[in-house]
């Protein structure tokens, strides 16, 4: 029974210890650290989360109790059992991001000394830095380091409970010393050697992206419609190619199979490499066009028709696309230049590449084949397309967001009965009726357009741009776009999807919290491109700081810096930087210390006395201590006296403020000059006493 | 190995830090490392800085530099809490051997503010806590006494680890003021025996004893009062009265009336009476040898005959001897011998 008692209260006393405020600040700050993870987290974990953080709190208050041992464990065992459940044996980032969540929430129910709140201080701190592998944007970095500002906030409380000023004192405090730091630290983050990568783990997520996919349902795009997110930046080194011009290219998709339009061609799996971000460094040239695109956990990369690729980290493979090394799972910048030249051979296509861009289903859709042959009869190749378009124009098809289910024979029912579609169904459709013409075709699926960020100094290219359309091979000519949409809907082609569905009113219909979806009103459009310029530069800047940019950035500088010279330079910084920080606080205290005039020459009296071998003792008296002096060295044993008086009688006359100011100088220079007095006498004294050394150090210590 | 680094390490400083009732740190006399929880911080930053390394991250590498700043900032801090404090001893306490005497002790900050400090000796520890800028607080350290006689902390720690725990910063003080300990009070058997009879036995003694008073001759240390002037008068002699019969009498505690006990276990009995008379306010004398106390009554009185009791053959620790006086510490690990014993 008593045993019992004991080990139930021991943890409550104990728990005591921690103070409230500190732990209320340690879990503020978790809960700003999982705000990143939001998307990323099951809805069931952050419920477990909220929960034991509030039993700890609970708990703190005293209105329940922490749980004992076997209760902890069996809560231990349990969640872990539901965690593997739900993760099933699969590794991603995310299900080791919500580990890691679990063992920060687990450890709530255990936290009860100071030493468990330093474990989670530790743990919250790298929670943080993964947070900085997802979200690299401005506000996010904002929201990490804020976090771990509350978190030594928190170690602040727990050290001083009992500090006035809370949580304004420990705020100050801390921003005083960071500004105190910060150029050491901007220093460093220039300066420090950015080396090659010692080992790495793909960042690969098991939750989808938004983004463009490699297969083409129709319906998938017109989802991708809805969304507001940002897929890429571009800045141009010259001018803007105008709107109708933004065909910016992804995947080219050339089979088509029960209704859906897929890949092809095998894409080999590429073993993930180490982590290779340079995007290319220095001015941009006219031609070229710096690219940084939001991680999409796929190899493709978007360019412009006839690019080609100027950085190291995206290469040109086959149809002109463009694919990077590994997959993009954090935000990549890459560059790339527009190839203006004449092409100088006449391009032809291999009889296996035509049968594979003639591929179609065996039957199904008869009415669009009937359609094919009618054309080809009457036409040439360029002939079947151009009617085809104006088909497109002259009839009354629709661009909508929301177009009718077409289940069976899909491609018949949009082109001859519904006539409502999307960019997906028409580009499918158009390929279609080409092939069945004996045109090889095929959909290439991308962006389309792209808004002028603030200044007009880049291009925003959102979800929501993302678009299909057709290429069709032309004997002389090569691959030529044709674009279906454009000949439906001018305007999704020249100003964007918002004008093409301004109509419909479906432009973002289920995101209200998007800035994008207010883009007429002239406020908050001004916000919304302030802000992303902000996250552009920052990211450009110095979220994509990196090797080469670093060494961009010092061949600039004198000297010419190699990766060796700024580990020595940066080793440099930080000796510098603190002894420049020891030797100002040595100042300080220094100044400090003489601030009193009076007390520097007492100091110096002291000393002398010392070096006389009459060392002072504590609460010693002035008077006393010169004749103690007088006693040893008998030769400055009047201005000993002397100097003691006069020391006497500046500490203990009454006091009279503007005299004793007036005279204070004056004072200070004759007791100076009685100091001075006494050393030489002390040297001459010395002198002659050499032949019979220390005889008077000794005398000195037998007269007490 | 350990051992002799370990002495070397004291001994280096004793000299740093000589003894002294008021001690001003200053960055002579403070040290400052990393806490057990500042190195597994420095450990983290390194993870850090490999994650930073590995996926190429700026962000990464901005917040190690950040954090690793902010050490720094702090190492800073942790040092300017303590420095400019001077701690001062301002009364040393008194009590029986075994309890804890309090140390009076005050902390004047400096220009800036002392945050979170700590005063300890050995295991006991005392929290300070904020002292502002120009300010100053006290406080009371008990030190653990291991016998009677003189006390003396060999070094009174002063600690904080402000603002983060991740430093800590130091120094000590080492006194040269004594606290004086009062041998531990145990009953006297002579007089659990003089309850039992009651006031028969003590006053059938008082009146024979009177005549016991043996004259011997005059010796070092004898008081003038005892001095015989008449016969001295008379024949030249400084004969004294050793008033053997008038220690017997219930006025006079007598350092002889124990036969046999140890000279410790006697002044402890001695202490205990005084006690007993000092609570029920009778009059009593105290005879020590070498040193008597006229009987008088009252509670300084008591205090008076308790400190004499506490130092009898005790020599006051001079400022230069370095070592550690009486205090428990000192004892358990069996570095010095009881002072008393020797005796």
């Not at chain 1, 477990?48 to 005293?62: D, P, S």
């Not at chain 1, 378009?389 to 069976?408: G, I, N």
């Not at chain 2, 004294?240 to 036969?259: G, I």
Request: glycine fraction near 8%; proline fraction near 5%; hydrophobic fraction near 40%.
């Amino acid at each position: 029974m008593s045993f019992w008692n004991r080990s139930q209260q021991e943890p409550e006393t104990q728990s005591d210890t921690l103070p409230s405020r500190a732990l209320l600040w340690l879990m503020v700050s978790f809960a700003l650290l999982l705000t990143p993870q939001f998307d990323r987290l099951p809805v069931w974990l952050m419920a477990v989360c909220v929960v034991l953080a509030g039993w700890r709190w609970l708990a703190q208050q005293g209105r329940v109790r922490l749980p004992g041992r076997w209760l902890r464990t069996g809560i231990l065992l349990a969640l872990i059992a539901v965690y593997l459940i739900r993760v099933q044996g699969s590794f991603t980032v995310d299900t080791a991001a919500s580990f890691f969540v679990l063992t920060v929430g687990l450890k709530w129910l255990e936290t009860r000394t100071a030493r468990d709140f330093y474990v989670l201080f530790y743990i919250l701190v790298y929670l943080a830095t993964v947070n900085f592998l997802f979200h690299q944007e401005v506000h996010w970095a904002l929201v990490n380091i804020g976090a771990i500002g509350l978190l030594l906030i928190g170690l602040q409380v727990l050290n001083a409970p009992e500090l006035p000023g809370g949580m304004k004192a420990g705020w100050r405090r801390l921003g005083v010393m960071l500004l105190k730091v910060l150029p050491i630290v901007v220093l460093l983050f220039v300066f420090f050697p950015r080396m090659e990568p010692l080992w790495s783990v793909p960042l690969v997520s098991g939750k989808a992206r938004t983004g463009i996919s490699d297969t083409m349902r129709p319906g998938d795009i017109s989802s991708l419609a809805q969304s507001s997110a940002r897929a890429f930046r571009v800045t141009f080194g010259g001018s803007m190619p105008e709107y109708r011009d933004r065909y910016w290219r992804g995947l080219i998709l050339d089979t088509l199979d029960d209704g859906t339009w897929r890949q092809s061609g095998y894409e080999p799996y590429r073993r993930p490499g180490r982590v290779d971000l340079d995007g290319g460094v220095g001015e941009l040239q006219p031609q070229e066009y710096d690219v940084l695109m939001e991680p999409t956990d796929q190899r493709w990369a978007f360019a412009l028709e006839r690019s080609v690729a100027v950085s190291d980290n995206v290469v040109k493979e086959a149809d002109d696309l463009f694919r990077f090394r590994r997959p993009a799972d954090s935000p990549v910048r890459y560059r790339l230049a527009r190839d203006n030249s004449p092409e100088q051979t006449v391009p032809t296509l291999e009889p296996g590449q035509a049968r594979r861009y003639l591929q179609l289903p065996a039957s199904g859709n008869p009415r669009a084949r009937a359609l094919a042959a009618d054309l080809r009869q009457s036409n040439s190749e360029v002939g079947v397309i151009r009617s085809l378009l104006s088909r497109f124009r002259e009839q009354p098809y629709f661009y909508t967001l929301r177009p009718p289910r077409m289940p069976d024979n899909g491609i018949d029912s949009l082109l001859f009965d519904d006539m409502r579609g999307f960019c997906a169904h028409y580009a499918g459709a158009t390929t279609f009726v080409l092939r069945s013409a004996g045109i090889p075709a095929r959909v290439v699926v991308g962006y389309q357009g792209g808004e002028s960020g603030a200044g007009d100094e880049y291009l925003v290219v959102r979800q929501y741009d993302a678009h299909a359309w057709v290429e069709a091979w032309v004997e002389g000519q090569g691959w030529v776009r044709i674009d279906p949409t454009a000949a439906i809907a001018p305007n999704r082609i020249e100003s964007g999807l918002r004008d093409a569905v301004a109509e419909e009113g479906s432009f973002l219909e289920n995101e209200w919290a998007s800035a994008q979806r207010y883009g007429d009103v002239a406020l908050i459009r001004w916000a919304s491109q302030q802000l992303d310029r902000i996250n552009y530069q920052w990211q450009r800047w110095v979220v994509g700081y990196q090797g080469q940019s670093q060494m961009d950035l010092m061949s600039r500088l004198p000297g010419g810096f190699g990766i060796k010279e700024l580990g020595y330079l940066t080793a440099g910084i930080v000796g510098v930087g603190l002894l420049i920080a020891g030797l100002i606080s040595a100042l300080q205290m220094r100044r400090g210390a003489s601030r009193d005039r009076y007390g520097r020459v007492l100091g110096a009296w002291y000393q002398l006395c010392e070096r006389a071998g009459v060392p002072v003792r504590s609460g010693e008296t002035p008077s006393a201590l010169a004749s103690r002096l007088a006693a040893a060295e008998p030769a400055v044993a009047d201005s000993a006296r002397l100097f003691a008086r006069m020391v006497n009688s500046h500490y203990y006359r009454p006091q009279s403020k503007s005299a004793s100011a007036r005279d204070g100088s004056d004072e200070i220079q004759r007791m100076r000059r009685l100091l001075a007095t006494m050393r030489r006498q002390l040297r001459k004294a010395g002198k002659n006493q050499r032949s019979n050394p220390r005889h008077l150090a000794h005398s000195g210590k037998l007269s007490d | 190995m350990s051992r002799l680094i370990r002495s070397r390490w004291q001994r280096w400083i004793n000299r740093r830090i000589p003894r002294s009732d008021v001690q001003l740190l200053t960055q002579r006399n403070l040290f400052i490392l990393p806490t057990a929880p500042g190195v597994v911080f420095g450990v983290l930053l390194l993870i850090m800085l490999i994650t930073g390394i590995n996926y190429q991250n700026s962000l990464i590498y901005l917040v190690t530099f950040l954090l690793g700043a902010v050490f720094v900032g702090a190492m800073h801090q942790t040092h300017r809490n303590l420095a400019g404090l001077e701690l001062t001893l301002v009364q040393t306490g008194e009590g029986f051997a075994g309890d804890d005497i309090l140390f009076r002790l005050r902390a004047a900050a400096g220009k800036d503010d002392a945050i979170a400090v700590t005063l300890s000796d050995g295991d006991t520890s005392v929290r300070i806590g904020h002292v502002p800028s120009g300010q100053s607080a006290d406080v009371a350290l008990p030190v653990g006494s291991a016998f009677r006689g003189y006390l003396r902390p060999d070094r009174i720690r002063i600690e904080t680890r402000f603002p983060f725990g991740l430093l800590k910063a130091w120094s000590w003080m080492r006194p040269i003021s004594t606290a004086v300990v009062f041998p531990r009070p145990i009953a006297a058997p002579d007089v659990v025996s003089a309850v039992d009879d009651g006031e028969q036995t003590a006053s059938s003694r008082s009146p024979e004893g009177n005549d016991h008073a043996e004259l011997r001759p005059w010796r070092d240390g004898d008081m003038s009062q005892r001095v015989m002037w008449k016969r001295f008068a008379r024949s030249g002699q400084m004969v004294v009265a050793d008033w053997e019969a008038d220690k017997r009498s219930p006025h006079w505690l007598d350092f002889n009336a124990f036969a046999g006990a140890d000279h410790e276990v006697r002044l402890s009995y001695l202490s205990w009476l005084v006690v007993e008379r000092g609570k029920s306010g009778s009059r009593f004398g105290l005879n020590l040898p070498g040193q008597v106390i006229e009987p008088d009554s009252g509670p300084a009185h008591a205090t008076r005959c308790l400190r004499a009791l506490a130092v009898w053959g005790e020599e006051k620790p001079r400022d230069a001897v370095g070592a550690p006086y009486g205090t428990r510490r000192t004892t358990d690990s069996g570095r010095r011998a009881k002072p008393g014993a020797v005796i």
